[in-house]
């Protein structure tokens, strides 16, 4: 086996890419630098967005030019044609000091997503779901960082409509 590098994006803290095979591009965020990555393999462009707060999270949104986006301060809809942001939820808004950290969508085209503590205090985080129509359950309730939940179906996958 050969192994070589794709491309040097130089994150401080990379996270979560993510294959979007309609497009042939793989996405990823830089946590630290607030930004999201999207590099378009046949043609070998990298794309960057830049935005305010700690990106944790991106989704592709089946058939759009949308993504969905969780940040420190909640869940947003990004438009890539247009780079409006849209904040959709922030389930988290009074618990201080944590992040959004990890996210999936299921075979159902729910979106869930973890919190941690930003100082990676155990028992902070929780996780939440976000369903088609916006409502936001929370799911399990202080565990430690819910990155990955063993057992689980969570896998990546589009969300198939945003209603």
């Known amino acids: 086996m050969n192994v070589e590098l ?7 803290l990379g996270e979560g890419p993510v294959w979007d095979s309609s497009r042939k ?8 630098q607030r930004q999201l990555h999207i590099y378009h393999l046949p ?3 990298k794309t960057d967005f830049q935005f305010d707060s700690l990106l944790s999270v991106v ?3 089946r058939n759009s030019d949308k993504y969905l986006l969780a940040f420190q301060k909640g869940i947003a809809l990004f438009d890539r ?3 409006d942001l849209q904040y959709l939820a922030d389930p988290e808004k009074h618990t201080h000091g944590n992040r959004f950290n990890d996210g999936k969508c299921d075979p159902q085209g729910r979106f869930w997503v973890g919190s941690m503590n930003c100082g990676a205090a155990p028992g902070k985080g929780s ?7 916006l409502r936001v359950t929370k799911m399990l309730s202080r565990e430690a ?10 896998k990546a996958s589009c ?3 945003i209603r």
């Open 159 to 161: 969300i198939t409509s």
């Open 127 to 133: 996780l939440y779901r976000l369903d088609q129509n």
């Open 43 to 45: 043609s070998g462009i």
């Open 6 to 12: 794709l491309i040097a994006s130089n994150d401080l």
């Open 81 to 83: 044609m247009t780079n």
């Open 59 to 61: 989704v592709p949104v």
């Open 145 to 154: 960082s819910p990155m990955d939940l063993p057992g689980t179906k969570i």
């Open 25 to 32: 591009e793989l996405l990823w965020v830089d946590i630290e």
